[in-house]
């Protein structure tokens, strides 16, 4: 039986720190929070691995790594109020829970949602709404975000109508792009119009269900 405990060292040790994030209180949270538990029973023995695990509808649970410096970028000081589009199995909800003053967390697929309901509770988050949805253009009703955090990618880069839901000086994490070469991306808005983008490393991840798509081409 794998010790969960040594291997969630390790990932820290290993994957995370090696990947430049030095965030002390994003490496606490990813320390602290149990991944195994947010793994689907089929592959947990892959729960601390350096690789993104298979969920439902052709999505993906974000490598460890990938998750740290997502954390990292947002550069939450545990005041902000974060939207997370694409709550998944809940891991990157509870790193947030963590580090954010409150979070929304906005899932497409039912079923998914409610075994992350099923693990979030498992560990009493009290700063956190989950909500079923589609939130790829964002959730207004919660809005204006200090942070959001986009778990899937956009082909077609990120709709103006999400940004729009950040707050003077709110960051946005992203990925963008078409195979095999996306972007992961930090938005600042900085006025009523004004953003500025980042790009911060190459990776690969399953566009949001319903984002807009390339059009095929057709002879």
Same mark, same amino acid.
């Given at each position: 039986?794998?010790?969960?405990?040594?291997?969630?060292?390790?990932?820290?040790?290993?994957?995370?720190?090696?990947?430049?994030?030095?965030?002390?209180?994003?490496?606490?949270? @990813?320390?602290?929070?149990?991944? /195994?538990?947010?793994?689907?029973?089929?592959?947990?023995?892959?729960? +601390?691995?350096?690789?993104?695990?298979? @969920?439902?509808?052709?999505?993906?649970? @974000?490598?460890?790594?990938?998750?740290?410096?997502?954390?990292?970028? %947002?550069?939450?000081?545990?005041? /902000?109020?974060?939207?997370?589009?694409?709550? *998944? &199995?809940? +891991?990157?909800?509870? =790193? %947030?829970?963590?580090?954010?003053?409150?979070?929304?967390?906005? /899932?497409?697929? $039912?079923?998914?949602?409610?075994?992350?309901?099923?693990? @979030?509770?498992?560990?009493? =988050?009290?700063?956190?709404?989950?909500?079923? *949805?589609?939130?790829?253009?964002?959730? /207004?009703?919660?809005?204006? +975000?200090?942070?959001?955090?986009?778990?899937?990618?956009?082909?077609? *880069?990120? $709709?103006?109508?999400? =940004?729009?839901?950040?707050?003077?000086?709110?960051?946005?994490?992203?990925?963008?792009?078409?195979?095999?070469?996306?972007?992961?991306?930090?938005?600042?808005?900085?006025?009523?119009?004004? +953003?500025? &983008?980042?790009?911060?490393?190459?990776?690969?991840?399953?566009?949001?269900?319903?984002?807009?798509?390339?059009?095929?081409?057709?002879?």
């Amino acid at each position: 039986m794998m010790n969960f405990q040594i291997a969630r060292s390790n990932m820290v040790a290993q994957q995370i720190r090696p990947w430049q994030v030095f965030d002390n209180n994003v490496l606490m949270a @990813l320390s602290q929070i149990q991944r /195994e538990n947010f793994t689907p029973k089929a592959f947990i023995n892959l729960a +601390y691995s350096d690789t993104d695990i298979p @969920l439902p509808e052709g999505q993906t649970m @974000l490598s460890p790594k990938m998750v740290g410096r997502a954390l990292q970028t %947002l550069k939450l000081t545990g005041q /902000e109020k974060v939207l997370e589009v694409g709550t *998944g &199995t809940g +891991y990157v909800s509870a =790193c %947030l829970t963590k580090l954010a003053g409150s979070v929304v967390s906005i /899932e497409i697929q $039912p079923a998914l949602l409610m075994q992350a309901e099923k693990n @979030l509770n498992a560990i009493n =988050c009290r700063n956190l709404i989950l909500e079923q *949805g589609d939130a790829v253009m964002g959730w /207004e009703a919660h809005a204006p +975000y200090d942070a959001i955090i986009v778990t899937g990618s956009y082909p077609l *880069g990120v $709709p103006e109508k999400i =940004c729009s839901q950040l707050n003077i000086s709110g960051r946005l994490f992203a990925i963008v792009g078409v195979a095999p070469t996306m972007q992961a991306i930090m938005i600042e808005r900085h006025g009523k119009s004004h +953003y500025t &983008t980042n790009t911060l490393f190459e990776t690969v991840v399953p566009a949001l269900i319903h984002a807009p798509q390339p059009k095929k081409f057709q002879f």
